[in-house]
């Protein structure tokens, strides 16, 4: 090992794991940029990074095409009673669940170096920041952890010799045994992946998988699953949240905190640059918000993380100019296409397709193969730092007041591009009902429509009706200082199967109409699903958008909002005696408006 631990804990934590997984060495992280270099020298030097020429310092990796997304269906909420866990995680109990793993870890780092990661989500040593200590043979985690959380050694002197700190145990799972040559994306089959929580010891355990979310522990891991049972418990939130700030023409600034599934356009949304004249964004966050009730009683929001792990094919200057910006140096890519010329390339992305590329499965790709160059889920992994619109106060230790909520998700129909919630009660209703068409960020069928409450279906670390009762207890909290609650949806499509709303930079429109929601500016026509803008209020202006499609993406049609009700009984249904009083009533009222 090269360097002493003081801290108790981590010390005696990281001679457990050491006997456990028997790495050949142990090798404790300063996040520094020479480490950075140092472990790019090890990729390339093992085969697994390609350094790409077009870009300075940046590298491209292919996984195996086994371990390509987040594995909901191996990701546990292990706690002792299985209702803690709740009907949308899986459960094992821990004790068996240790058991079965520590049967896996016997010996998994063998021939590899267990690489100790202390890392802070948040910047280091503010109050609403975590620290966590990631184990992992994988020296590509090491790197993204680099990008995505504060690694430094500040994080060790912070934790001092009795500090706390959240363990994230990872192995790839795969050992090598002497002499055996390494594959370039070692990972364990799909059926010995585990991806553990323990949240009532704040403990994480992940094993067999070198990607995204299941690997880069501080992300969904540590800063949803973790934190929001922590969050429950201390009066907090952990969201699945963008956050960003919108700035008008008079210098009224917004602060804004979304939530969508993964894959819904969180990062677009983020950093997106306005249509409408005179208005401005800045991106706080794209992916993950931490609140905290302030002094004033308001609620203050902070992005936990300091890097950017985008989903790549379907990024371009025309969807999001300021990611493509983000991305020109210092960037990790996964599972992207490799240009002749020494690029990515990806599907979606600007200009002409190549010629010819290497696919992300290492495979000849022209225009005429019948397979995609790039991985749906590839990724790009980006300081946020590097973000042009990155705003000047992303890392404020109280972070920034928050104005509006939005709830959406990727709906052809029923869903109209906006409408707001009568109230917060009814505002947690919209959330916790929200559903979305299913994407390729996680392992399964594409396109199905999965009520995914708060976005936070796959990361809620505990019993969902719980954190419903969360949502309305801190309502009550903030009181009339609470944000508005607004519902969108940008994916709704005409009868012939075209978008109806043109999207990205044209949803400031819709940002605009809440923003004058706020301040009392734009009235709002009742619905029986909320409040809807009055159509003179939504500003279309130059959009060439026809009379016929506003009224076909603004349409509520009671009948179509009925045969939906089935749906939300039995997704409450299954929350039991956990569901909130307050939510029944809320459907009731639902049903009596629709008639
Ligand atoms: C993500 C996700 O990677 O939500 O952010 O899947
Ligand atoms: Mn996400």
Known sequence: MNIDIKNKKLSDWIKEAADMCRPDDIYVCNGSAEEYNLMIKKLLDHGSAIQLKKRPNSYLFRSDPGDVARVEDHTYISTSSKDEAGPTNNWIDPVQLKETMKGLYNGCMKGRTMYVIPFSMGPIGFPISKIGVEITDSPYVVINMHIMTRVSDRVLELLSTDGDFIPCLHSIGAPLAEGQKDVLWPCAPIEKKYISHFPEENLIWSYGSGYGGNALLGKKCLALRIASAMAKR??????????????????????????????????????????????????????????????????????????????????????????MDTLKENVIFTNCALTDDGDVWWEGMDGDEPLHAIDWKGNDWTPESKTVAAHPNARFTAPA???????????????????????GGRRSSVVPLVHEAISWDHGVFLGATAASETTAANIGAVGNLRRDPFAMKPFCGYNMGDYFQHWLDMGDRVGDKAPRIFYVNWFRKSDDGKFLWPGFSDNSRVLKWMC????????????????????????????????????????????????????????????????????????????????
């Not at 009984?569 to 459907?587: D, I, T, V």
């Open 516 to 595: 004058e929601r706020v301040d009392g500016k734009a009235v709002a026509r009742e619905s029986a699903i909320g409040l809807l803008p009055k159509e003179e209020d939504l500003d279309v202006q130059g959009i060439g958008i026809s009379g016929d499609d506003m009224k076909e993406l603004m349409k509520v049609d009671p009948a179509e909002w009925k045969a939906e009700i089935p749906d939300i009984e039995q997704h409450f249904a299954a929350f039991g005696s956990r569901l909130p009083e307050r939510l029944k009533k809320q459907l009731e009222e639902f049903k009596k408006r629709l008639g």
């Open 385 to 407: 730092s590097q973000c042009p619109v990155i705003c000047g106060d992303w890392e404020k230790p109280e972070g920034v007041p928050v104005d509006i909520f939005i709830f």
């Open 234 to 323: 201390e009066g907090w939130m952990a969201e699945h949240m963008l956050i960003l700030r919108l700035t008008s023409p008079e210098g009224k600034r917004y602060h804004i905190a979304a939530a969508f599934p993964s894959a819904c356009g969180k990062t677009n949304l983020a950093m997106m640059q306005p249509s409408i004249p005179g208005w401005r964004c800045e991106c706080i966050g794209d992916d993950i918000a931490w609140m905290k009730v302030g002094a004033d009683g308001r609620l203050y929001a902070i992005n936990p993380e300091a890097g950017l792990f985008g989903v790549a094919p379907g990024t371009s200057y025309d969807t999001n100019p300021m990611a």
